[in-house]
C-alpha cells in the first residue's frame, strides 16, 4: 500500500467519522424540527438562524454539566457503558460505500474507508455488539428502571438481529457477495434491489427500527414507562454520547438500507451521464460526486423516515414486540429466502437453459 | 315494586324494628334515617341482598363531627344507591367521641376500604375488621385527626397574613 | 510485523482467558469473556479466515454473550453479589485435581505434535475466504454439514420446549 | 347487566379485519395524518413578540383605578379582603385629610393596599366584591414572573393606575 | 375496646402495621423485584405512588400510597363562605373545572331552593360539556401519549386551546374558571362567546375525527389496549365505579340520565357502553362521549332560550354593579353577600353531577352558618384509583401505565 | 418563517467575543478569555434548558398547553422533557405540593446535576395559594431554593414561558463556577442540602 494511498485512507476516515459525528449532531435538530413540524409547531428557532445553533447549545451544555456518577453505581462500567455505545456506532460506518471512485491524476481513490470482502458481516457484528454499550450501562447504574431498559434492550436486538440477519441473506444470494462495494455496483444504474426484494427490506426496515431502538420500537427507553430506561443515570456527556449513539446508528441503519436495497450511489441515467463527457476522468467524477450527492440523499430520506414514524405510531408493548419478532418476522424473512431462492433457480432454469 | 321513600322505610322497621332505625326524614328528597352501630352492617347487607330493593352501590361514606352533641359527637354518614330503581337513601350512625368504633363495611363494599381509612385519617374512626386501616391522605406520623373541628385548619406556619382583615 | 501482532493479541488472549476465571464479579468475567473472543478473532485476521472472523464475533460475542450477561443482571438484581464462591475444600481439591488432569492430558496429547509450516509455494491466501470456505462445507464436508444442521434442528426444539414447559405463564 | 335507561348505545370492539392485522394499512394512514400536518401552517404564536389575543375579561394583573378627576376610588372599605379566599389582600385605612379631596374620591382611604400576588390566584372575587369600582384585573397585564420573593408584594405604588399625565411620559 | 382513644388509636395503628408489614415479609420472593412507580414517575400526570411487586416485567402485587397532594378540601370549605369555595372547586378535577363549579353552586342553589332560569341551564349544560369533551380529549389523548404516539396529543390540545378560549370569554380564566356564581352566571353569554362556540362546534368534529383515525384502528394500539386493566361490571359496581369507566364495563349509568339536573332532560343523547371494561373499552366510551357532548352542546346552542341568566334572588345572587354604585338596598345586599352573611336554612344536601370522570357528588350540611358545616365530596379518582391494584394484577409495567391513564385518575381529586 | 430574537442578536455578539480572543497579545488575557467563554456556555445554557416537570396539579396541565402547538417551549430548545433528575437543568414545580410531597422535592433537587434551577410555578408552589391548609407546604422555598417564581393560579403559558426566559437569563449571566462559590454553598446548606 503505497503511502498516498494509506495518507488518503486516514483522511477519509476521519472525514467519515467527522460526516457521522455532524449528521448525528444534525440528526438532533431535525428530530426536533421534524417533530414540530408535524405536530403543528414551529420547534427551537431561539438558538442562531432557525436554530441552527441549538445542537452546539445542546453539547455546549452537555459538556459543562456536573458529572454525576451515582453512589451505588458500578464505577467502571458505568464509564464504560456509554464509551461502547458511541465506539460500537461510530465504527460501523467504515465499510458503507459512500461514492464510487473518483481518479484524480494517476491515483484512483474509492470512496469507502476499508473495502473488505466480508462487509456486511462486519456491519452486521459492530450493529450486534452495539448492544453491550446499553446493556452495560443500565446494569452499571443500579436502578431498576435502568436495568429493565438494559434486559430489554438486551432481548430485543437479540432478537431482531436474527430477522435482520435472515432477510439479509436473500440479498445475499441476489448478489452473491458479502462486499457492499460489490453489492452497490451490481445496483447500477435503476436496478437497485428494492425492486426484487421488497419483503426483505420490509423486514429489515422493522428490524432496523428496533435495532436503533427507535418508536415503535423504543421500549429500552420508553418515557412513559421507563423513564429514561438505561440512561436514566446517565447526566453530562455520558448521556450525550448515548444521544449521539443513537443517531449515528440511525444515520449507519439508513446508509446500509441505502446500500442494500436502494442503489447506493447510483441513480437512474448515470451511464448515459458519464458518456455525454468527452473526457472519461471527468465523466467518471461528475458521476462519482453527483453519486455521493445521491447517496446522501437517500441517507436523509431514511432518516426522515425515521423521524417521521416516531412522531406517529404508539410503541408495541414488550410480549408483543417479541411475537412480532419471532413469530412474524422470523417466518416472513424464511419465506422471503425460500422465495429468492425459488426465484434464482428458475431465473437461471430460463435464461441458461 | 316502586320504591318510595315510605315503602322503604316500613321494610326496614319491619326488618328491624322502630328503636334501630330512628329519626327519619327526607332533607332534599333522599331518605335518611338513623340506626346504630350494632345494626350497621347487617342493614346495609339486607338492603345488598334483597331482591326487591337492591340497593347495591355505596356511593360515598362521610365523618361528621358535632361537637356539642355530647354523648354522639361522631356521625359517619353511608349514602346508598340502588341503581336499578334510581332510589337513594342514607344512613346516620352516631357514636361517642371516646369510642368512635365501627364495624367495616369491606366485605360488602370494596370501595368502603378507602373510604373508611379516609375516615380514619379525618376523624378518627375506627373501623373493625379492616384490613388495612392507616392514614390514606396525611402522613403517618400526624398525632390528631384534622377534620375534627377542634384543629386549626391554617397552616401554623404561614407569616404573610394578617387574621385580622379577615373577618374569622 | 504479522509475527509481533500475533504475540501480542495470543498475550491478550491468554490475559483475558485468566481474568475470565479469576474476575470476582460475574460482570467482569463476563466481559473478558467477551474481549478473548474479540482477541481470538483477531487471531482469524491474522490467518485471513475474515469470514470466521466476523462470524465469531456475530455469534458469541454479539449473541451468547448477550445472553450470558442478560442472565447475570437478571441474578443480580438488587442484591451485591461478592462473586466469592464457597466451596468446601474437597471441592477445591477435587477442582485441583481435575484441572491438572486436564493440563496432563493436553501436555500429552500435543507433546509430538509436529506443527506444520504451509509451502509457500503452493499456500492459498485465499482459502480462509468465503467462497473456499462455501465450496469446502457444501462439497467435501457435505455430510458432517448437514448433520449438524440436524444437530441444531433438534436442540433448538428442546429449547423450545424448555421455554414452553411453563404453560400459561409470561415469559420472556 | 341489562340497561337502566333506554339510551344504551354499545361501542364496544369490533374484531380486527386482514387489513388491520397487517399494521400496514393504519400506519399508512397515521403516517399520512401526520405528513399533511408536517405541510400545514402552523400553530405557534412567538411569544414573546407576538401575544396572543386574551378576552375582554380576562382576569390579570390588579389595578386600582382612580376617578375621572383622578382621584383614588378606593375607600378602603375591606370588602376585597373579606371576599379573598386566598388572604392576599391586606390594607390600612386612614382618613382624608383637608386638601387631598383631588387624590382620594371618598373620606376615607387606603393609606397601604397591599396584594400578595404569590398568594393571589386570580379567582376576580375582589373585582366582584369591590362596591366602587376601586380594584379591577385587568386584560392586557399578566403578574411578570421574577426572581424574589419580596417583589410579589405589590403595594400602592405599583397598583394604584398612574395619572393620566405620568401616562404619557 | 379501650375507652381512652389516643391509646386505643395507637394500639391499633401498631397492630395494623406489623400486620401489613407481615404481609410484605410474604411477598418478598427472591424472585420478585421490588419496583417504586412514582410520586414523580412521568406516567403518573399527577403524584401517587405504587410500589409494583414485580417478577420480570410481571406485576405481581402492588402496594399503592395517595395523599401527595392532599391538601385539605373538607377543611378549607368549612372556613369559607359559601361563595368562597367555587375557587375551591376549581382545583379538584382541574381538567374539567366548570363541572365542579356548576355541580357545586347546583348543590347550594338546592339548599337555597333557588330556581334557575332555563337559559342559565342551558348555559351551564353548553360550558359543562365543553369542560366535558376538554377532559376527555386530554384523558385520550395522553393514552396515546403513554403509548408512545405523542403527536395526536398536541392536535388536539390545539382545539383544547379554544375551548379555553371560549372560558375566557365567559368567564376571564382558561383553567380555573371560577366560572358561575350561585343562582347563575356571572354574565350572559357575549355574542363572541357564542361565536366562538359555533366556530368551535364547526371545526372540532374534524380533529376529533382525525385524532381517532390515528389510533382506533391501529393494530398496534389495539393490541396494547384490548383486555388491559380489564374489570367486570359486577367488581366496578361493588368498587362504586361511575362515569366512563364503569360504561366501559357496560352499565349505562349516567347521573345526567338517571337524576337530570340542569335541564338535561331537555336534549337529546345516547350513553355509550362498552363490554370488557378493558383500557379499550373505555377509550371507545370516551371517544364516543365527545361525540355526544358535541350532539348536546349543538342542541343547548341551536335552543338557547331567551330570558336572564341568573335566578331572581336578591338575597344570594350578587346584585349588578351599576345598582351597587347607585341604589342603597342594592349595596347592603352587597354587602351583605360578599361579607358572606346570607340566610342559609338549616339542612342537609346531596346533589351529584356526572363529572369527566363519573359521579361527582357534594353533601353539605348547612347549620345556617355563614359557612358549610360539612362539605364532603365525592370524588371518582378516589374510588378508581382503589380499584387500580386489582387491575394491574398480572399485567406487564406498560399495561400498568396504559390502564392508569386510561382509568383518568386525576391527582387533585384524588387526594382532595 | 420568521425569526425576530433578540437571543440571535446576542448569538452573534458573542461571536465577536470570540473573535476578539485571537486579536494581537495586549489586548486580551486569560480572565478575557475566561469571561467571554462562560459566556458562551452560559448561552449554550440558556438555550438547552431541559425541564424536569414536577407537575402535581392544576399548573401541569397549563404546562402541558405551553408544551403544544400553540405555545410550543420549544422554540427556546426546552422540549425535551427529562424525567429523569440527572438530565434536567430546570425544576419546574407545578402544583400544589403537600408536606408529604415535600422530602421527595428535595430528594429530586439533590439528584439533579448541576447547574440546576428551580422555578417555582403557579401559587401553590410559590406560597401555597389558597390552600392555607395544615397538609400543604407554604412555599416550596421552605425546602429547595427557588431561582424564580411564577405568580397565577394557574399561570398562563405566557407567564410560565416568562419564567422560563428568566431563567435563561440568569444562566446567561452565571459564572461557570456559581457552584463553587461560597455564597451558593452557604445557600444549599441553608437548605440542610449535602
Not at chain 6, 400553540?70 to 426546552?78: L, M, P, V
Request: net charge negative; with cysteine; glycine share 8%.
Amino acid at each position: 500500500m503505497d503511502s498516498v494511498l494509506l495518507i488518503y485512507k486516514g483522511i477519509y476516515i476521519l472525514a467519515i467519522f467527522g460526516i457521522s459525528l455532524l449528521i448525528a449532531t444534525y440528526s438532533t435538530y431535525f428530530e426536533r424540527k421534524i417533530a414540530a413540524f408535524i405536530q403543528d409547531r414551529v420547534g427551537p428557532n431561539r438558538a442562531g438562524p432557525f436554530g441552527l445553533l441549538q445542537p452546539l447549545a445542546d453539547a455546549g451544555k452537555l459538556f459543562f454539566k456536573e458529572e454525576f456518577i451515582p453512589a451505588r453505581a458500578n464505577k467502571v462500567l458505568f464509564i464504560l457503558g456509554p464509551g461502547i455505545a458511541m465506539l460500537v456506532a461510530a465504527m460501523s460506518s467504515a465499510v458503507i460505500p459512500f461514492g464510487d471512485t473518483l481518479i484524480l491524476g494517476e491515483t484512483t481513490f474509492d470512496l469507502i474507508a476499508i473495502d473488505v470482502n466480508i462487509g456486511v458481516l462486519y456491519i452486521f457484528g459492530v450493529v450486534s455488539l452495539g448492544v453491550y454499550g446499553l446493556m452495560i450501562g443500565g446494569w452499571a447504574s443500579n436502578n431498576k428502571f435502568s436495568l429493565l431498559g438494559a434486559i430489554r434492550a438486551a432481548s430485543q436486538n437479540i432478537s431482531y438481529e436474527l430477522a435482520m440477519g435472515l432477510s439479509l441473506i436473500a440479498v445475499l444470494m441476489l448478489s452473491g457477495s458479502l462486499s457492499l462495494k460489490v453489492i452497490a455496483e451490481q445496483q447500477a444504474g435503476f436496478n437497485w434491489n428494492i425492486w426484487y426484494q421488497p419483503l426483505g427490506f420490509l423486514i429489515f426496515l422493522i428490524c432496523a427500527f428496533a435495532e436503533t431502538n427507535r418508536t415503535p420500537f423504543d421500549l429500552p427507553e420508553s418515557e412513559a414507562e421507563l423513564i429514561g430506561g438505561y440512561h436514566t443515570e446517565y447526566s453530562s456527556m455520558k448521556l450525550g454520547m448515548y444521544l449521539f449513539a443513537e443517531y449515528i446508528n440511525i444515520f449507519v441503519a439508513s446508509a446500509v438500507m441505502a446500500t442494500l436495497y436502494f442503489g447506493a450511489y447510483n441513480f437512474p441515467f448515470m451511464e448515459n451521464l458519464r458518456n455525454a463527457f468527452d473526457d472519461p476522468v471527468l465523466g467518471n467524477n461528475v458521476v462519482t460526486i453527483l453519486g455521493v450527492g445521491v447517496m446522501f440523499a437517500k441517507i436523509f430520506a431514511f432518516i426522515f423516515f425515521f423521524m417521521w414514524v416516531r412522531w406517529t405510531l404508539p410503541r408495541f408493548r414488550y410480549d408483543q414486540l417479541m411475537k412480532l419478532g419471532w413469530n412474524i418476522l422470523i417466518p416472513l424473512a424464511i419465506l422471503n429466502i425460500l422465495l429468492t431462492g425459488g426465484g434464482i433457480l428458475l431465473y437461471d432454469y430460463f435464461t441458461k437453459g | 315494586m316502586e320504591l318510595t321513600n315510605e315503602n322503604v322505610l316500613g321494610k326496614l322497621i319491619a326488618q328491624f324494628g322502630e328503636e334501630n332505625i330512628v329519626d327519619a326524614y327526607n332533607p332534599d328528597g333522599i331518605m335518611t334515617f338513623t340506626t346504630n352501630r350494632e345494626n350497621i352492617i347487617a342493614l346495609i347487607q339486607y338492603l345488598y341482598d334483597d331482591k326487591d330493593l337492591q340497593v347495591q352501590f355505596l356511593t360515598t361514606m362521610a365523618g361528621i363531627h358535632f361537637p356539642d352533641h355530647k354523648g354522639r359527637e361522631m356521625c359517619m354518614m353511608y349514602q346508598l344507591h340502588s341503581l336499578r330503581h334510581n332510589f337513594r337513601l342514607r344512613i346516620k350512625v352516631f357514636v361517642p367521641a371516646e369510642d368512635p368504633v365501627l364495624p367495616t363495611l369491606t366485605n360488602i363494599y370494596a370501595t368502603a376500604n378507602w373510604m373508611e381509612r379516609e375516615a380514619y385519617d379525618f376523624y378518627g374512626f375506627i373501623f373493625t375488621g379492616h384490613p388495612n386501616l392507616i392514614r390514606i391522605l396525611n402522613i403517618e406520623e400526624m398525632e390528631y385527626h384534622p377534620m375534627l373541628k377542634q384543629y386549626p385548619l391554617e397552616d401554623q406556619t404561614r407569616e404573610d397574613k394578617i387574621d385580622t382583615y379577615f373577618g374569622r | 510485523m504479522t509475527e509481533s501482532l500475533f504475540f501480542f493479541f495470543a498475550s491478550l488472549t491468554l490475559l483475558c482467558a485468566v481474568m475470565v476465571v479469576i474476575a470476582k464479579n460475574p460482570v467482569y468475567s463476563v466481559i473478558f469473556l467477551i474481549l478473548t473472543f474479540f482477541t481470538i478473532s483477531a487471531h482469524y485476521i491474522l490467518l485471513n479466515a475474515q469470514f470466521l472472523a466476523a462470524v465469531n464475533i456475530i455469534v458469541y460475542a454479539g449473541a451468547i454473550m448477550v445472553l450470558f450477561l442478560f442472565v447475570l443482571m437478571f441474578i443480580n438484581t438488587g442484591k451485591n453479589v461478592q462473586g466469592t464462591v464457597k466451596g468446601s475444600i474437597i471441592s477445591k481439591i477435587a477442582g485441583a485435581v481435575a484441572g491438572g488432569l486436564l493440563f496432563v492430558v493436553v501436555v500429552a496429547a500435543l507433546k509430538d505434535v509436529t506443527l506444520g509450516h504451509p509451502d509457500p509455494a503452493t499456500y492459498n491466501s485465499q482459502v480462509g475466504m468465503v467462497e473456499n470456505l462455501g465450496k469446502v462445507l457444501f462439497t467435501k464436508y457435505m455430510l458432517p454439514f448437514q448433520l449438524v444442521a440436524v444437530l441444531f434442528l433438534v436442540s433448538m426444539v428442546g429449547a423450545v420446549m424448555i421455554g414452553k414447559r411453563e404453560a400459561g405463564e409470561q415469559n420472556f | 347487566m341489562e340497561p337502566l335507561s333506554n339510551r344504551k348505545k354499545n361501542v364496544a370492539q369490533k374484531e380486527m379485519t386482514l387489513s388491520e392485522r397487517m399494521y400496514l394499512p393504519a400506519i399508512a394512514q397515521g403516517l399520512g395524518i401526520t405528513l399533511k400536518h408536517f405541510f400545514k401552517k402552523k400553530a405557534t404564536i412567538n411569544y414573546p413578540e407576538e401575544t396572543r389575543q386574551r378576552s375582554e375579561i380576562w382576569r390579570g394583573l390588579h389595578v386600582l383605578k382612580r376617578d375621572e378627576n383622578g382621584a383614588e376610588r378606593c375607600t378602603a372599605c375591606g370588602l376585597c379582603a373579606v371576599a379573598c379566599p386566598a388572604e392576599a389582600i391586606t390594607m390600612t385605612a386612614g382618613e382624608r385629610k383637608a386638601g387631598e379631596e383631588h387624590l382620594y374620591r371618598e373620606e376615607k382611604y387606603a393609606v397601604t393596599y397591599e396584594v400578595n400576588m404569590l398568594r393571589c390566584i386570580f379567582c376576580g372575587l375582589c373585582e366582584e366584591a369591590c362596591p366602587k369600582a376601586a380594584i379591577f384585573l385587568q386584560d392586557d397585564k399578566l403578574a411578570p414572573a421574577r426572581y424574589e420573593r419580596d417583589e410579589f408584594i405589590y403595594g400602592k405604588d405599583r397598583l394604584v393606575e398612574p395619572l393620566k399625565t405620568t401616562e404619557t411620559k | 375496646m379501650a375507652t381512652d382513644n389516643k391509646t386505643a388509636d395507637t394500639d391499633q395503628l401498631q397492630e395494623f402495621r406489623d400486620n401489613r408489614d407481615l404481609k410484605l415479609q410474604d411477598k418478598k420472593n427472591e424472585n420478585l423485584t421490588t419496583l417504586n412507580l412514582g410520586p414523580t414517575h412521568p406516567a403518573t400526570h399527577g403524584i401517587f405512588q405504587n410500589i409494583l411487586q414485580m417478577d420480570g416485567e410481571v406485576i405481581m402485587d402492588a402496594v399503592p400510597t395517595i395523599g401527595y397532594i392532599h391538601r385539605a378540601f373538607e377543611k378549607i370549605a368549612e372556613r369559607r363562605p359559601f361563595y368562597q369555595i367555587t375557587p375551591l372547586t376549581d382545583r379538584m378535577n382541574y381538567c374539567s373545572s366548570p363541572i365542579n363549579n356548576m355541580g357545586y353552586h347546583m348543590t347550594v342553589e338546592k339548599l337555597l331552593g333557588i330556581e334557575i332560569p332555563k337559559r342559565a341551564q342551558y348555559i351551564r349544560v353548553i360550558m359543562m360539556e365543553l369542560a366535558r369533551i376538554s377532559d376527555h380529549l386530554i384523558c385520550n389523548s395522553i393514552l396515546g401519549v403513554d403509548s408512545g404516539a405523542f403527536t395526536g396529543f398536541l392536535y388536539v390540545m390545539q382545539e383544547r386551546e379554544h375551548i379555553y378560549d371560549i372560558y375566557e370569554e365567559v368567564c376571564g380564566a382558561r383553567l380555573t374558571t371560577n366560572m358561575g356564581r350561585i343562582g347563575g352566571m356571572e354574565r350572559d353569554l357575549s355574542p363572541k362567546a357564542l361565536h366562538l362556540i359555533g366556530e368551535f362546534l364547526k371545526r372540532f368534529p374534524k380533529v376529533w375525527a382525525e385524532f381517532e383515525k390515528m389510533l382506533t384502528r391501529n393494530r398496534i394500539f389495539i393490541d396494547r389496549t384490548v383486555g388491559v386493566g380489564a374489570i367486570s361490571a359486577e367488581r366496578a359496581l361493588n368498587y362504586g365505579f361511575t362515569g366512563p369507566n364503569l360504561r366501559a364495563a357496560g352499565v349505562d349509568y349516567d347521573v345526567r340520565v338517571m337524576n337530570p339536573y340542569s335541564s338535561y332532560e331537555d336534549f337529546e343523547f345516547e350513553i355509550p357502553v362498552g363490554e370488557k371494561g378493558d383500557t379499550y373499552d373505555r377509550f371507545l366510551v370516551r371517544n364516543e362521549e365527545v361525540w355526544q357532548s358535541l350532539k348536546i352542546i349543538e342542541q343547548a346552542y341551536k335552543n338557547l332560550p331567551e330570558g336572564s341568566y341568573h335566578a331572581d334572588a336578591p338575597h344570594y345572587y350578587l346584585p349588578p354593579k351599576q345598582e351597587v354604585y347607585t341604589s342603597m338596598e342594592a349595596l347592603i345586599y352587597h354587602f351583605k353577600i360578599v361579607m358572606g352573611e346570607i340566610d342559609a336554612p338549616k339542612g342537609e344536601v346531596y346533589h351529584s353531577v356526572e363529572g369527566g370522570n363519573g359521579e361527582l357528588g357534594f353533601y353539605l350540611i348547612s347549620d345556617g352558618g355563614r359557612t358549610p358545616y360539612r362539605l364532603h365530596f365525592r370524588r371518582p379518582c378516589f374510588i378508581y384509583y382503589q380499584a387500580y391494584t386489582e387491575m394491574i394484577k398480572g399485567g406487564q409495567l406498560a399495561d400498568a401505565i396504559l390502564t392508569l391513564s386510561s382509568l383518568n385518575v386525576i391527582a387533585g381529586e384524588l387526594d382532595a | 418563517m420568521q425569526i425576530k430574537t433578540q437571543n440571535f442578536r446576542n448569538m452573534s455578539d458573542t461571536n465577536k467575543d470570540i473573535n476578539m480572543v485571537e486579536a494581537p497579545e495586549g489586548h486580551s488575557g486569560a480572565g478575557f478569555f475566561a469571561t467571554s467563554f462562560e459566556k458562551v456556555i452560559g448561552l449554550a445554557r440558556a438555550n438547552s434548558l431541559w425541564p424536569l416537570p414536577f407537575a402535581t396539579s392544576c399548573c401541569g396541565i397549563e404546562f402541558m398547553a405551553t408544551m403544544g402547538s400553540t405555545y410550543d417551549i420549544s422554540r427556546f430548545g426546552s422540549e425535551r422533557p427529562s424525567f429523569s433528575p440527572r438530565q434536567a437543568d430546570i425544576l419546574l414545580v407545578m402544583g400544589t405540593i403537600a408536606k408529604k410531597m415535600g422530602p421527595v422535592v428535595k430528594q429530586v433537587y439533590e439528584q439533579m446535576a448541576e447547574p440546576r434551577w428551580v422555578v417555582a410555578v403557579g401559587a401553590c408552589a410559590t406560597s401555597g395559594g389558597i390552600f392555607d391548609s395544615y397538609s400543604v407546604l407554604q412555599g416550596i422555598d421552605r425546602v429547595v431554593p427557588v431561582d424564580v417564581y411564577v405568580p397565577g393560579c394557574p399561570p398562563r403559558p405566557e407567564q410560565i414561558l416568562d419564567g422560563l426566559m428568566r431563567v435563561q437569563d440568569l444562566a446567561k449571566n452565571e459564572s461557570l463556577r456559581r457552584r463553587h462559590s461560597p455564597e451558593y454553598q452557604a445557600l444549599l446548606a441553608s437548605y440542610n442540602i449535602k
